[in-house]
């Protein structure tokens, strides 16, 4: 039930779902004043999540930053890798289709090669409300197999739902084997606030290493400061997403 709520939840507070609510309700509203303030409300607010210099100082304060290789001083034998990188295409199953994060991967396989890690544990089957037939472990495994990855170097999980699952399946398989020192959790800037929080509270604290930023460095060009961008309102809608997710998760005792 925590499941479907909290989707339900994250898809009622968008930023595109107010905007849209306030102009459908501005455009069939009778009252001519309450018509015009919605109207006005709706614009300001768009022009407001639209604007790209805004949403990257905002991201950017949320995001976990980067560590460049050279400072990574241990080894691990476990790098952990969250999914929800690759798409599912009906009818197409001889290749991986990959959503923006793929650095998940690529990143870790960077990892594995430089001998950073030993290992890699894909956690991850698939967050949607409906069923699909391929689980997103299987898909990861199948881009690390083809990135020179051994097949003896990989372990899954592919029954989690969502990332406090992912931290309880993780642990279960690794506790008696090694400990959260060795391990590396990989995810997203975005999404490592949430995920770091889901294994600590746990008792699985682990090293992170983030990647797939969304934020860029602050400059002061001039679409940057004044044109409307989509990816603005996307930047708005991820952080949004993270924060009410870290916020449920807290409330059900999951971080």
């Given at each position: 039930?925590f499941?479907?709520l909290?989707?339900?939840?994250?898809?009622?507070i968008m930023?595109m779902t107010?905007l849209c609510?306030?102009?459908?309700?501005?455009?069939?509203t009778?009252?001519?004043p309450?018509?015009s303030?919605l109207?006005?409300v709706?614009l300001?607010?768009?022009?407001f999540?639209?604007n790209?210099?805004?949403?990257?100082?905002m991201?950017s304060?949320?995001?976990?930053?980067f560590?460049p290789?050279?400072?990574i001083?241990?080894?691990?034998?476990?790098?952990v890798?969250l999914t929800?990188?690759t798409k599912h295409?009906?009818?197409?199953?001889?290749?991986v289709?990959?959503?923006?994060g793929?650095?998940?991967v690529?990143?870790?396989v960077?990892?594995?090669?430089?001998g950073?890690?030993?290992?890699?544990?894909?956690s991850g089957?698939?967050g949607?409300?409906t069923?699909i037939?391929?689980?997103?472990a299987?898909e990861?495994?199948?881009?690390?197999?083809?990135?020179?990855v051994?097949?003896e170097d990989i372990?899954k999980e592919?029954?989690?739902?969502?990332t406090h699952?992912?931290?309880?399946a993780v642990?279960?398989m690794l506790?008696?084997?090694?400990?959260?020192a060795?391990?590396?959790l990989v995810?997203s800037?975005?999404?490592?606030?949430?995920?770091?929080a889901?294994f600590?509270?746990?008792g699985?604290?682990?090293?992170?290493?983030?990647?797939?930023?969304?934020?860029?460095?602050?400059?002061?060009y001039?679409?940057t400061?004044?044109?409307?961008k989509?990816e603005a309102?996307g930047?708005?809608?991820?952080?949004?997403?993270?924060l009410a997710?870290?916020i449920?998760?807290?409330l059900?005792?999951?971080?």
């Amino acid at each position: 039930m925590f499941f479907i709520l909290s989707k339900i939840l994250v898809y009622a507070i968008m930023p595109m779902t107010l905007l849209c609510g306030l102009f459908v309700w501005s455009a069939f509203t009778k009252k001519q004043p309450r018509k015009s303030r919605l109207f006005y409300v709706a614009l300001a607010l768009l022009l407001f999540f639209s604007n790209d210099f805004i949403a990257n100082e905002m991201i950017s304060q949320w995001e976990i930053p980067f560590t460049p290789y050279s400072q990574i001083k241990k080894k691990y034998i476990y790098a952990v890798v969250l999914t929800g990188v690759t798409k599912h295409e009906p009818g197409f199953h001889d290749r991986v289709f990959f959503n923006r994060g793929a650095d998940r991967v690529t990143h870790t396989v960077q990892l594995y090669k430089l001998g950073i890690i030993k290992k890699i544990l894909v956690s991850g089957g698939s967050g949607r409300l409906t069923s699909i037939d391929r689980k997103e472990a299987d898909e990861v495994e199948e881009a690390l197999l083809l990135m020179g990855v051994k097949s003896e170097d990989i372990l899954k999980e592919g029954l989690s739902r969502n990332t406090h699952e992912s931290a309880v399946a993780v642990k279960k398989m690794l506790q008696g084997h090694t400990t959260p020192a060795d391990c590396l959790l990989v995810t997203s800037g975005y999404h490592m606030r949430r995920a770091a929080a889901c294994f600590e509270n746990e008792g699985w604290p682990v090293d992170t290493f983030t990647v797939d930023f969304l934020s860029h460095p602050r400059n002061f060009y001039f679409d940057t400061l004044l044109l409307p961008k989509t990816e603005a309102i996307g930047n708005w809608q991820m952080m949004i997403r993270e924060l009410a997710g870290l916020i449920s998760y807290k409330l059900a005792g999951y971080a």
